[in-house]
């Protein structure tokens, strides 16, 4: 109350607590997914070892998992060759990661709509840790799936950066947003397995937890809730019943969870969603197959050793990072459907210079581009989709976003490597080249909804 000189009082407004400033917000994501990041990919360079470690003890799960994976190499054709057995082996291990984020995604999505960003955030870091915690106090082969599941499951923290991005107020901070999120990942998958390979391999877990600690005492001290209450949906039960529509990969692909959500988005709208989700599922289909045969391609074709190959890798994550520093970030908003158009249209040649070329300048040429298309798909694809839904739904659209990225991965490395030994990488790259015309015809075809979404 304020008294004034005639002993009058007057009522003043409620105080509201501020929004925290987007830039803080940003830096706040960034580094807490790049802690997350380089966690994560410590394990890259040691899987290959750390897998035949595991078969030398004749550990007997391992012996079962290396059985089906013989199988399925004798029936895609693949030579008998331990260095390529390693690579599909670590394949299917991160194929079996993704499909469980595909599963979790949507129901982290879903809580955070109901119970704010910074519970979820602080729930799935706590997973994370725990799924370290198991791989440094055990040995055994079933003690790693069990990291690996733990860690799959908990995995939400990328989809819920991605929804904490989208609640902030102005299209060009999500922009921006996303663009950082874009840099997090180069950094940390050129950063990581760098660091992972000069370390012996019994500190990579130990120092892999401490990572993820320090990534969750970070968010809890400095990650400001970004969805106040009054936004929130009014139930988890509802979130947890529309995040079940996401099990269905149809239902995914349709955004039915959000299409029977709280204040959906409808007519054009509603189809533009499902047409920018069609766009992402084809392309990180097609570009996770091409990221994932490179390996193979690269060792038959030039007999790259691992140093080599981890060498390459740096130079796509520096590549990747300088261009999304440099050029992703400063795309305006209304700008990011082109800017995909012409990154997409990018791995037609960059497919076809990787695929035919057998001179290390014509590969390092691919390799540019596919890099340039790398830094710049994704950040901008989930910018533009941050736009859609209420912010009661952000959480939920973010969620079915990450889950068919998540799907892609599960499958495209599979579908690939069938490819690739069954037809030749010719055939393959020649084949993924063409496809990736399909995501671009469809956005031609979405360009006007996407104009007229950023009008509004």
Known sequence: MGCGAGGSCTPRPPIRQQPAPETRVVAVVFLGLLLDLLAFTLLLPLLPGLLESHGRAHDPLYGSWQRGVDWFAAAIGMPAEKRYNSVLFGGLIGSVFSLLQFLSAPLTGAVSDCLGRRPGMLLSLAGVATSYAVWAGSKSFAAFLASRVIGGISKGNVSLCTAIVADLGSP???SKGMAVIGVAFSLGFTLGP??????????????????AISDLLFIWCFLPETLPP????????????AAVDLLSPLALLRFSAVARGPDPPTGVRLGSLRGLGLVYFLYLLLFSGLEFTLSFLVHQRFQFSRVEQGKMFFFIGLTMATIQGAYARRIRPGREIAAVKRAILLLIPASLFVGWGHTLPILGLGLLLYSWAAAVVVPCL???????????????????????????RAVGPVVAASAYWLAGARVCYTVCAALFLLPFSILRTLNPAARTLKAE
């Open 172 to 174: 060009s901070a999500r």
């Open 194 to 211: 760098t660091l992972g390979a000069f370390l012996p391999s019994e500190m990579v877990p130990w120092l892999a937890l401490l990572f």
């Open 230 to 241: 009054e936004k929130r949906a009014p139930s988890i039960t509802l979130g947890f019943r």
């Open 382 to 408: 989930s910018s533009v989709v941050a736009g859609y839904g209420s912010p009661r739904q952000k959480g939920t659209v973010m969620g079915t976003l990450r889950s068919l990225g998540a799907l892609a």
